[in-house]
Nanobody, 126 residues
Framework: QLQLVESGGGLVQPGGSLRLSCAAS????????IGWFRQAPGKEREGVSCISRSGGARNYADSVKGRFTISRDNAKTTLYLQMNSLKPEDTAVYYC???????????????????WGQGTQVTVSS
């Protein structure tokens, strides 16, 4: 069974940067579409970015376009979310998730994602 572990969260000042990592349990992420989601206190979990199995399709929420970049390492066991120009409203717990049912595309709706990490806290504050 696939296991996902997020890391890289922390406290950063507005305008700063963080890079989140999502490590798979020794399995290649080639077989999965991967999404990054976040959940702020009192709010619904929302999609931030996603990448298809092949890496050919990448999507971003409007709120993070131009600031966040999703990528995958050459060994394809770790996924990254580079977050630049962070804002206080980016504060949330960030989760990565994998889908075995999405082929050739990715979506930022949580329903198709059947494996989830435990989350990593990102706090943007001065």
């Amino acid at each position: 069974q696939l296991q996902l572990v997020e890391s890289g969260g922390g406290l950063v000042q507005p305008g700063g940067s963080l890079r989140l990592s999502c490590a798979a349990s020794g399995l290649s992420l080639d077989y999965y579409a991967i999404g990054w989601f976040r959940q702020a206190p009192g709010k619904e979990r929302e999609g931030v970015s996603c990448i298809s199995r092949s890496g050919g399709a990448r999507n971003y929420a409007d709120s993070v376009k131009g600031r966040f970049t999703i990528s995958r390492d050459n060994a394809k066991t770790t996924l990254y979310l580079q977050m630049n120009s962070l804002k206080p409203e980016d504060t949330a717990v960030y989760y990565c998730a994998a889908s075995t049912t999405l082929h050739g595309l990715c979506v930022m709706n949580r329903l198709p994602y059947n494996y989830w990490g435990q989350g990593t806290q990102v706090t943007v504050s001065s």
